[in-house]
């Protein structure tokens, strides 16, 4: 699969970022369309680094270590071993095809080499999440969605012990940004800069949490605060997002309140759809 290779003069630089976006954008059509189910989790940073080293290097095959840090970071993400070798799939129909029209993605026509390279990548991740949960986010540094699944265990169990629903006494306040069309740093500092505004939102023992690449809850009381926390959160967002053209450009971000179901299970459930949304 031989790639034309993006110029390196000094004056190429806005037309590898053109090429750049233009391999990303079709990378990501085939991708929905081989079943992607989440489409604003899939421009991970590692995403770009993929697209980087392909065309700079001027073959998908010697973008290895790139694929390799993309499916450690879905798995990282929540993303299963079928869905990130689909995603692979896509990434090479589109290389391989020399038109703009429709690709069909397949996994099987993939070099099997690859798909060694990214299941491996991916399963070092899995695999040591289910040995070590991490409880701290390494980007945001707020606690992970284990810390809050645990927590949520002492939420359900006081609500048993009263004998009413824990719906009654506390609620999920839920922020999500859309970074489909972000790319780069900006992507990281979106992030950080939600979390900072939860931070200073919620800075009197309430528990918050990064559920997923774009995604962060907080665990509140169910009183007379809720709404003004609300109102407060989203001018925190603002005030914060708005200093970063692209991510005031991205639009703005979706908080809402949701309601815990009726067990701590279907809770847990909950939480990992919420970290994909």
């Known amino acids: 699969m031989d790639v034309p290779a993006t110029r390196s003069g000094p ?17 990501r059509t085939a991708s929905l369309a081989a079943g992607w189910r989440f489409p604003s989790d899939w421009a991970l940073p590692e995403v770009d680094a993929v697209c980087a080293a392909v065309m700079t ?7 290895e270590t790139a694929l390799a840090g993309l499916a450690r970071a879905r798995a990282a993400a929540g993303a299963g071993l079928a869905e990130t070798l689909a995603d692979l799939a896509a990434l090479h129909a589109v290389l391989d095809h020399t038109g703009d029209g429709f690709v069909s ?3 099987d026509a993939t070099p099997a080499r690859l798909l060694r390279t990214t299941a491996l990548a991916w399963a070092d991740v899995a695999t040591d999440q289910l040995v070590h949960t991490e409880v701290t986010d390494p980007l945001t540094g707020l606690p992970s969605a284990a810390y809050l699944r645990t927590r949520l265990v002492e939420v359900y ?4 012990k009263r004998e009413r629903p824990a719906a009654e006494d506390h609620v999920l306040l839920v922020v999500s ?8 740093f900006p992507r990281l500092t979106g992030m950080i800069l939600v979390a900072d505004a939860l931070r200073a939102v919620f800075d009197s023992g309430q528990s918050i949490a990064s559920l997923g690449p774009s995604v962060v809850a907080a665990l509140v009381p169910k009183d007379d605060r809720v709404a003004s926390h609300g109102v407060a959160l989203r001018r925190a967002l603002h005030e914060r997002l708005s200093v970063d053209a692209q991510l005031a450009d991205a639009g703005r971000p979706r908080v809402s309140a949701v309601r815990l179901p009726a067990t701590h299970e279907m809770a847990c459930d909950l939480l990992a759809q919420l970290a994909r949304v």
Do not use: H, I, N
């Not at 004056?11 to 990378?27: H, I, T, Y």
């Not at 290097?57 to 973008?63: F, L, Q």
């Not at 940004?177 to 780069?184: E, K």
């Open 105 to 107: 993605p397949d996994v």
């Open 177 to 184: 940004l859309d970074l489909t069309s972000v790319a780069g």
């Open 11 to 27: 004056g190429d630089a806005p037309f590898a970022d053109r090429a750049l976006r233009a391999l990303r954008a079709r990378w």
């Open 157 to 160: 169990r006081a609500a048993a």
């Open 57 to 63: 290097k001027g073959r998908v095959e010697a973008a």
